[in-house]
């Protein structure tokens, strides 16, 4: 199976400034299948990318996905209070469907 | 505007069954793919399977010797089934769907908590 690496595992920032966000697969994924949810306490994960770099219905355009391969990167750019949660990427080029450990991005 | 809600027992025994049905409204779940995803507290994401609207299933090979994902079409229900639970199986279990079998998951519902517990 796929593992997807995610780091960092913290992200301290403050509003305004950019979140950069890595994850690494074990191996190529298949057409770029890859993901990026955020997830907030209590709350089911929201999809924010899919195709490795597009947006889902109503993300704003600046959070931002790119990459290939097995290397691929969500950006979000001025951070707005309501960012701050866990981000996890997933693949889905085959199975089984796995997703990373996650990264956290809170207020610093 | 389609929505998932889940249903489940709340708290199993362990080594018994656990039982989880997933309610589709504004939509038909006769199409499309629809999935179980679980979350352990305070930890990752992790696939369960997903049934096709053909009705054809994909499971985690860690855990296909004990699951069952199966549709009412009627109902416009998926349920999900895993036997055997242990403490491990304590987890948060959502419903998604995807609208392709090599799809990102679109639409989750709320989750469902099921603590395996004597």
Do not use: H
Not at chain 2, 8 to 19: H, N
Not at chain 2, 28 to 48: F, N, V
């Amino acid at each position: 199976e796929i593992v997807l690496t995610q780091s960092p595992g913290t992200l301290s920032l403050s509003p305004g400034e950019t979140a950069t966000l890595s994850c690494r697969a074990s191996q190529s994924v298949w057409k770029n299948s890859l993901a990026w949810y955020q997830q907030k306490p209590g709350q089911a994960p929201r999809l924010l990318i899919y195709d490795a770099s597009s947006r889902a219905t109503g993300i704003p355009d600046r959070v931002r996905g790119s990459g290939s391969g097995t290397d691929f990167t969500l950006t979000i750019s001025r951070l707005q209070p309501e960012d701050f949660a866990v981000f996890y990427c997933q693949q889905y080029g085959e199975s089984p469907r796995t997703f990373g450990q996650g990264t956290k991005v809170e207020i610093k | 505007q389609v929505q998932l809600q889940e249903s489940g027992p709340g708290l199993v025994k362990p080594s018994e069954t656990l039982s989880i049905t997933c309610s589709v409204s504004g939509g038909s779940s006769s199409t499309l793919y629809w999935s179980w995803i679980r979350q352990p507290p305070g930890k990752g994401l992790e696939w369960i399977g997903y049934i096709s609207f053909s009705g054809s299933t994909n499971y985690n090979p860690s855990l296909t010797s004990r699951v069952t994902i199966s549709q009412d079409t009627s109902t416009n229900q998926f349920s999900l089934r895993l036997n055997s639970v242990t403490t491990a199986d304590t987890a948060v279990y959502y419903c998604a769907r995807g609208v392709a079998r090599y799809s990102a998951f679109d639409i989750w519902g709320q989750g469902t908590m099921v603590t395996v517990s004597s």
